[in-house]
Each structure stands twice: as C-alpha cells, then as structure tokens.
C-alpha cells in the first residue's frame, strides 16, 4: 500500500559528501515520524537520525554535526544530507516512515529497499 523509494547513494572518497532522498508514494493520508538507519557488514541496523512531522530531529552521536536530515511534508519526501563523510559511514542506509494510511486509525511503519553508500578512505 505504501512504497518507500531510496536514492542518492554511491561511492565517494572521504572528506565528501552524498544527498539521500526517500520518497513515499501509496495510500498516504499523513506521515508521522521518519528516519534514517544504516547497517554496515556484520553489524546490527543502528538509527543515524530521525524527524517528526514538525521538523523535530534526533541524531545518532557519531553523525552529529556532519549530517542534516530534512523533509518536505507536502512530497512526503524525506533527506539526509551527509557531509565529512568517514569510512565508517560505509553502510547500506535505509529509509522507514510512520504513515496514516487512507480511512485508517493507527500509523504502519514502512522501510525502504536500501540503498549503498560506500566512503573510501
């Protein structure tokens, strides 16, 4: 019912910078709270920033300073901008959203397929 759609991710040296996007399409009545998380090879998923519906954000310790997550309500879309980007930034990053689906009462939580960002050293 609802699609998530990642993009943005690549290859790039340390020192540089990469845009994230998450787009959501389906039965959208209104998304609640989104965020970003990552994981790295054999490591478990850890959350690397979070926003609500009001712009309220959340960041992880070890990106704080270095990425800006962002959304655009009206394209129910979603940003990570990630700059001074480190090698242990090296992850597949996924995307999630709490929406209120069409004539529905309650939030589902949706991910993303991933999307690879590789930081070489």
């Known amino acids: 019912q609802v699609q998530l759609v990642e993009s943005g991710g690549g290859l790039v040296q340390a020192g540089g910078s990469l845009r994230l996007s998450c787009a959501a399409s389906g039965r959208i009545w209104f998304i609640n709270s989104m965020a970003w998380y990552r994981q790295a090879p054999g490591k478990q998923r850890e959350l690397v920033a979070s926003?609500?519906?009001?712009?309220?954000?959340n960041y992880a310790d070890s990106v704080k300073g270095r990425h800006t997550i962002s959304r655009d309500n009206a394209k129910n879309t979603m940003y990570l901008q990630m700059n001074s980007l480190e090698s242990e930034d090296t992850a597949v990053y996924y995307c999630?959203?709490?929406?209120?689906?069409?004539?529905?009462?309650?939030?589902?939580?949706?991910w993303g397929q991933g999307t690879q960002v590789t930081v070489s050293s």
């Open positions: 999630s959203a709490d929406v209120r689906l069409l004539a529905s009462l309650r939030d589902s939580t949706y």
């Open positions: 926003i609500d519906r009001a712009g309220n954000t």
